[in-house]
């Protein structure tokens, strides 16, 4: 079962920041908050992952509370094309091995004009 | 780029036959591959969880027989659908780790006729 929370829907005007929330309070200590989002008929796509500090990179910013059981998914400047199904996933991280995704329901981020 | 090709994107079939997908991972090794079924409007569903080398491991409800998965190469793991219903008609998306971060096909529609 999927292990977090998020909204079913989001509207974000374009050109404003879209701050996605999830919940997963019963995150491990070892497990990473992964971001992924799904346009129509593709694969999902990676945005950005992390344990306990703030990432940022030229998709998007991640913040993650201090009790981490909660994190924000910050896209700066919304477009049109970010219109997309954004999934957050809990992962046990080992590099040189791998940890499966289990995807929830996720949230429908709508940028309108 | 892309990092994991997947081939065919679409893929129509009589009743009764066999499709064969193809996942490969490009200018890396992925010993494990991972296989996912999407329906219209639904959430990704793991399938299975394909090895390099050994038998996959596949999640409660998912018949083996059924999703026939080869992994015989460091950059090739198939999964064949065999014996196709409409049933079967869906979203098929794999995915492989590379450096701690899941990479995904962009999918292959499957439609049974």
């Known amino acids: 079962d999927a292990k977090t929370t998020q909204p079913p829907s989001m509207d974000c005007a374009e050109g404003r920041a879209a701050n996605l929330p999830c919940n997963h309070s019963?995150?491990?200590?070892?497990?990473?908050v992964y971001w992924y989002r799904q346009i129509h008929s593709q694969g999902p796509q990676y945005i950005i992952h992390?344990?306990?500090n703030n990432e940022t990179n030229e998709m998007a910013s991640l913040i993650i509370t201090e009790d981490r059981k909660s994190s924000t998914l910050i896209l700066p400047h919304a477009t049109l094309r970010d219109t997309a199904v954004y999934y957050c996933?809990?992962?046990?991280?080992?590099?040189?091995?791998?940890?499966?995704?289990?995807f929830g329901q996720g949230t429908t981020l709508q940028v309108k004009p | 780029g892309a990092v994991v090709s997947q081939h065919p994107s679409r893929v129509i079939c009589k009743s009764g036959t066999s499709v064969k997908i193809e996942c490969r991972s490009l200018?890396?090794?992925?010993?494990?591959m991972f296989w996912y079924r999407q329906f219209p409007k639904q959430s990704l569903m793991l399938m299975a969880t394909?090895?390099?080398?050994?038998?996959?491991?596949?999640e409660q409800g998912v018949e083996k027989d059924k999703f026939l998965i080869n992994h015989a190469s460091l950059t090739l793991s198939t999964l064949t659908v065999t014996s196709a219903h409409p049933e079967d008609s869906s979203f098929y998306i794999c995915?492989?780790?590379?450096?701690?971060?899941?990479?995904f096909g962009s999918g292959t529609q499957l439609s049974v006729l």
């Open positions: 996933i809990v992962r046990v991280d080992l590099m040189g091995n791998t940890g499966k995704l289990i």
């Open positions: 019963t995150i491990s200590g070892n497990e990473y």
């Open positions: 992390g344990l306990k």
């Open positions: 200018d890396f090794q992925a010993t494990t």
């Open positions: 394909s090895n390099e080398g050994s038998k996959a491991t596949y």
């Open positions: 995915s492989s780790d590379r450096g701690g971060k899941l990479f």
